[in-house]
């Protein structure tokens, strides 16, 4: 594995890693904040009535919290650590209502603790360059990451996904068919769009559904090659898009688009900047070089000013060749910050920051806070405030905490004991997960060898870990099971209405996304289950339960009406299947009575 050597030295910019972990972790949170709207009905045993701990709201404040960090990258490591805990804690138990992205957020949240995914758009790389700039030099960190933290996290996260799903496929007669697309697209309840101008184009849909395959088939094996990464990538987000417009899982979609962020070339990250960066600054401002605090506020606004918009000038070399500066004394250019338009027009004071923050994107909405005038007024009082006791005691260098400082360490040069850095401790520790989750993902696929005594039972438990800590797990997503018998679903109605779990055409409606949807579509509503099912009556019980709290709707003396609607099965490629679906009328099959919080299930005749 001499190549991981190789892979580990050579260094590219870590720019799309940053937006990586942006992207990523923006998902991962409005994934928590969807879970966190139905927690009662993920976690307490009986939704409102029989609670849980983890329905409780405060830990998921806190973990959006923590989540908001990673976004905006402060304290990278710590916040990567503690999102995986509650990952571990809030996603891989919550079982019924799991799917498949779950296993995509475990594995990298848990790649993410170890990789340096901060040195690109984060706090982390401001709070590095305080650290370590001082007056007489301005420290910009290196932004370049090994070539191996991006391959890793697309090998993991998307390629042994594809690799273990292609042997699936291969025993589908409906992927092997090039229906692996056309089919579920073409059943109400597994879509939540109307294409069927698409489906009825059987050779485009049949290209797609082979072009599908193929896609998965290759990517494993050659995502690395340097020619074949933009097909790839190409091929990999329209795939997601697709996903993205077709099914009820659009955190699973944007969470892999997420993913092939990192096979976008650095070069287009680069050129990005370079357009979106203003040709010559809007505001120049005028600060004192010889005060640490104002060479600290000169570090922060420049960090965030990513459009270039602001310029930064010494008081000590513009004074006398500024002419817009003739009638400021030089003490009030020292005690306070001022600041020039492209138009001439000069600011001071609370009004140069004012200006600062309104042409700077990221501070625009604290520079519309501060034209508020009681703000505006407290801002100005304070900034006085704190002018009038420079004057009073001038910062320096010794009362401002702006010492010299050493230069950065080269953290992989360090030696950990006499033969090794801590580089090849990290080279060995790559090449070890590498291996584990390779071979873990064989495991999991494993049955004849493992199939009695101890062995099975060591094998059960290898799945269960390798699936709840590493998210390594089988992959086989819309496969033929998943439809067979499927000819009817169930859901109720209340005084006319339907409830928010099928539409009128038997679409997922708005309770059923994500999570919600693989339990209340594969697990509650199941090929082959009657409504005198157990396990159908059970789930729908919880679904009335909530809404019934959530719409103040007391389940005493209450009913509702249990409908079925009929769902055609094709055995192969035909015309208008999903329309042919929606026409089919929902069907009242019974009452679901409701007395003191119980159900009875009333089946007509």
């Known amino acids: 594995m001499n190549f991981i050597n190789r892979l580990y030295d050579k260094k590219i910019s870590s720019k799309g890693l940053g937006l990586f972990r942006i992207l990523f972790s923006l998902v991962l949170l409005c994934e928590v904040f969807r879970i966190f709207r139905y927690r009662q009905l993920y976690y307490d045993p009986i939704p409102f009535i029989q609670t849980s701990g983890l329905s409780a709201e405060i830990p998921f404040v806190i973990w959006m919290g923590v989540l908001f960090m990673l976004v905006i990258g402060a304290y990278t490591k710590l ?7 509650f990952i571990i804690i809030y996603i891989s138990s919550i079982g019924v209502y799991e799917y498949h992205m779950d296993y995509t957020y475990t594995g990298v949240s848990f790649m993410l603790i170890f990789l340096s995914a901060s040195k690109s758009y984060s706090v982390d790389r401001l709070r590095e360059k305080l650290n ?5 030099r301005l420290h910009k960190p290196k932004e370049l990451t090994s070539v191996l933290t991006y391959w890793l996290i697309i090998f993991v996260g998307v390629g042994l996904v594809y690799l273990d799903s292609v042997f699936f496929k291969m025993g589908s007669k409906i992927w092997t068919s090039g229906l692996g697309m056309w089919y579920p697209a073409s059943l109400p309840q597994m879509t939540v769009f109307d294409n069927q101008w698409l489906l ?94 104002c060479m600290k506020t000169r570090i922060v606004l420049k960090h965030f000013d990513s459009f270039n918009m602001l ?20 003490t009030d250019l020292l005690l306070t910050m001022h600041a ?118 060591v094998h059960a438990k290898v799945k269960v870990v390798s699936s ?39 679409m997922p409606d708005a309770y059923i996304r994500g999570g919600l949807w693989v339990n209340f579509n594969f697990r509650v509503n199941k ?40 769902i055609h099965l094709p055995t192969a490629w035909e015309l208008n299947v999903l329309h ?3 026409d089919s009328k929902w069907e009242t099959i019974g009452d679901v009575v409701w007395n003191d919080n119980q159900a009875t299930f009333l089946l007509h005749e």
Not at 79 to 85: G, P, V
Not at 250 to 263: C, D, E, H, Q, W
Not at 471 to 490: A, L, S
């Open 468 to 506: 709840k800590l590493l998210g390594i797990t089988q992959h086989g997503v819309f496969m033929d099971g998943h439809y067979k018998n499927y000819d009817e679903i169930f859901t109720v109605s209340y005084k006319g209405k339907l409830l928010p779990f099928y539409n009128e055409k038997g």
């Open 200 to 293: 009825n184009q059987e050779v485009l849909i049949k290209f797609l559904g082979y072009l599908t395959f193929a896609f998965e088939v290759l990517f494993p094996f050659l995502f690395w090659v340097k020619k074949l990464r933009i097909p790839f990538l190409i091929i990999g987000i329209g795939l997601h898009l697709g996903i993205l417009l077709e099914f009820p899982i659009p955190f699973f979609a944007l969470g892999v688009a997420a993913l092939y962020i990192l096979m976008v070339p650095n070069c287009v990250w680069k050129r990005l900047e370079q357009k979106i960066k203003a040709k010559t600054p809007r505001l120049t401002l005028f600060y004192d070089a010889e005060c640490p605090l």
């Open 79 to 85: 916040m990567a650590l503690l999102n995986y805990i």
């Open 340 to 457: 020039i338009d492209n138009k001439g027009h000069l600011y001071s004071g609370i009004n140069a920051y004012k200006k600062a923050f309104l042409i700077t994107p990221l501070f625009f909405p604290l520079g519309v806070i501060l034209h508020i005038p009681g703000i505006f007024h407290i801002a100005k009082f304070v900034y006085k405030y704190v002018a009038s006791n420079r004057n009073v005691e001038r910062c320096t260098a010794d009362n401002c905490g702006f010492l010299p400082v050493a230069d950065k360490v080269d953290k992989d040069a360090i030696m950990i004991g006499h033969n090794f850095k801590r580089k090849d401790v990290k080279i060995i520790a790559f090449k070890l997960f590498i291996i584990s989750v390779v071979v873990l993902q064989v495991l999991v696929n494993l049955k004849k060898p493992f199939s009695n005594g101890i062995l099975n039972s």
């Open 132 to 136: 370590y700039s001082n007056l007489n």
């Open 527 to 566: 090929g082959g289950r009657e409504a005198n099912n157990l396990e159908l009556r059970k789930g729908l019980e919880r679904y009335i339960i909530f809404w019934a709290h959530k719409n103040n709707v007391k389940l005493n003396l209450t009913s509702f009406k249990l409908l079925r609607k009929e």
């Open 580 to 582: 042919d679906n929606f």
């Open 311 to 330: 310029e930064f000038k010494s008081v000590q070399q513009s004074k006398a060749t500024n002419e817009a500066l003739d009638h400021v004394s030089m």
